[in-house]
Every structure is written in C-alpha cells, then in structure tokens.
Nanobody, 128 residues
Framework: QVQLVESGGGLVEAGDSLKLSCAPS????????MGWFRQAPGKDREFVAA???????????YYADSVKGRFTISRDYAVNMMYLQMNNLIPADTAVYFC??????????????????WGQGTQVTVSS
C-alpha cells in the first residue's frame, strides 16, 4: 500500500522555523514530481511548493509567491524523503500541510492539482 506520511508540524511563534518531512512508503518515488500543499481553516487547499525528479542538472523547484524566499523544498533520494524547510513563519502560514506525489508534473503544478497520492497532513500553527 502506497502512503505518504507527513511529520514535523507544530505550534511556533512568528519568525520561527519548522522543517516538515514527507515519508513515502510502499514504493520509491524517484520518478515522481512531489509537492507541498496547505489548507487553512475555511479556505481551499493551495499550492505551496513542488520539486521535480532528479535530472542530470539536478532538481527543478517551484514555489508559491507567498512563500518564495522563506520556504525551501528538497528531497533526498538516499532515504526516499521530501522536506519543506520553512523559515520566518508568519500567522498566514497557519494551515494543515499536505505532501503529494504524481508521475505527471501537471497534476502537481496545474491550477487544479490532482495528484495521485496525498498524505494525511500535518498541522502548522504560527502565533503572532
């Protein structure tokens, strides 16, 4: 059974940092695009960041404008993990964060994302 399991969420103060982890199981995801999404209370789920598979030139990363310069997405093939380093957190970052994966980049990057695999989410709460 394929699963994505997020961890690393918590309650922090504005300006603090958190690092989220996504642990796929049931298969390796080396050929998959992977991404992070978030959903705040009363709002739709939104794209946060995505990362390609590893090519000869390395990884390609994508970020929502709201997190550029503060968040960094990465993945470690050696341990089949994906991460989201979140720095300088603000209250607007409060949400449940989900990791996702799909072979088709468009299912991660499109305006209506529909990745094949979703995690169950981890709560991030940023107090002011």
């Amino acid at each position: 059974q394929v699963q994505l399991v997020e961890s690393g969420g918590g309650l922090v103060e504005a300006g603090d940092s958190l690092k989220l982890s996504c642990a796929p199981s049931g298969r390796t995801f080396g050929s998959y695009y992977m991404g992070w999404f978030r959903q705040a209370p009363g709002k739709d789920r939104e794209f946060v960041a995505a990362i390609s598979w590893r090519s000869r030139d390395g990884f390609t990363t994508y970020y929502a404008d709201s997190v550029k310069g503060r968040f960094t997405i990465s993945r470690d093939y050696a341990v089949n993990m994906m991460y989201l380093q979140m720095n300088n957190l603000i209250p607007a970052d409060t949400a449940v964060y989900f990791c996702a994966a799909d072979l088709d980049a468009q299912n991660i990057l499109s305006e209506s994302p529909s990745p094949r695999y979703w995690g169950q989410g981890t709560q991030v709460t940023v107090s002011s």
